[in-house]
């Protein structure tokens, strides 16, 4: 079975300062992963995707994240936070080229302070 | 490509009444998803189609909940006799299933459902 932990429910960073949110995930097959943006009252926006390949992916809105399989960890980065990034960020993991379907972490909440 | 739209995107209802929600993917995307999502959590998978052959139900699905994809486009998902644990916001995502390559889910806006 797969799943996803995202340490920290809450991160507040200043802005422009870099921007970490934590991802790490369990997965008995080599997985997909993928991070999405939600605002509010909206649906989710896939922010970039790691599936085979180069283990540093970038994404839209200068956001980036590294695969790393020693520490089964999968970290979004920004070096310089903008206002328009708060949201809830979701961190996603999926097995199967069958249904594709994604398990989620609980998210973390980016507030940006001014 | 217009996106995938839900609706209604806000549904207050009684329990004990039934609701159905439409979810209308992105045109020639044969692979459509339901999901829902609790306040404070990720979303958690209920169900999947490729075009209309449900092949996939969560064992969050309960009898009471059905989808359906009759002609392969628009789906539908129902809940019968409604609880106030039903109520969540209910997200669709729909992708282009070739089987070849990895395709992106695109997700709708979604449907929040307040059981009183």
């Known amino acids: 079975a797969q799943s996803v932990t995202q340490l920290g429910s809450h991160v507040s960073v200043s802005e422009g300062a870099l921007v970490l949110l934590r991802c790490n995930y369990s997965?008995?097959?080599?997985?997909?992963l993928f991070w999405y943006v939600q605002y509010p009252n909206q649906g989710l926006q896939l922010l970039l995707k790691?599936?085979?390949?180069?283990?540093l992916v970038k994404g839209i809105n200068g956001f980036e994240a590294e695969f790393k399989k020693s520490e089964t960890s999968f970290h979004l980065t920004k070096p310089s936070a903008h206002m328009s990034d708060a949201a809830e960020y979701f961190c996603?993991?999926?097995?199967?080229?069958?249904?594709?379907?994604?398990?989620f972490g609980t998210g973390t909440r980016l507030t940006i302070i001014p | 490509d217009t996106g995938v739209s839900q609706d209604p995107r806000h549904k207050i209802t009684k329990r004990g009444q039934n609701v159905t929600f439409r979810c209308d993917p992105i045109?020639?995307?044969?692979?459509l998803y339901w999901y829902r999502q609790t306040l404070g959590q990720g979303p958690e998978f209920l169900t999947y189609?490729?075009?209309?052959?449900?092949?996939?139900k969560s064992r969050l699905l309960s009898d009471r909940f059905s989808a359906e994809r009759p002609k392969g486009s628009f789906s539908t998902l129902e809940i019968q006799r409604t609880e106030q644990g039903d109520s969540a916001m209910y997200l669709c995502?729909?992708?282009?299933?070739?089987?070849?390559?990895?395709?992106?889910?695109?997700f709708g806006p979604g449907t929040r459902l307040l059981v009183l």
């Open positions: 189609f490729q075009n209309e052959a449900q092949l996939e």
């Open positions: 997965s008995s097959v080599p997985p997909y």
């Open positions: 045109s020639e995307h044969n692979r």
């Open positions: 996603a993991v999926s097995e199967n080229f069958g249904n594709e379907k994604l398990t």
């Open positions: 995502a729909s992708r282009l299933g070739t089987g070849l390559v990895w395709e992106t889910q695109y």
């Open positions: 790691y599936t085979t390949g180069a283990t």
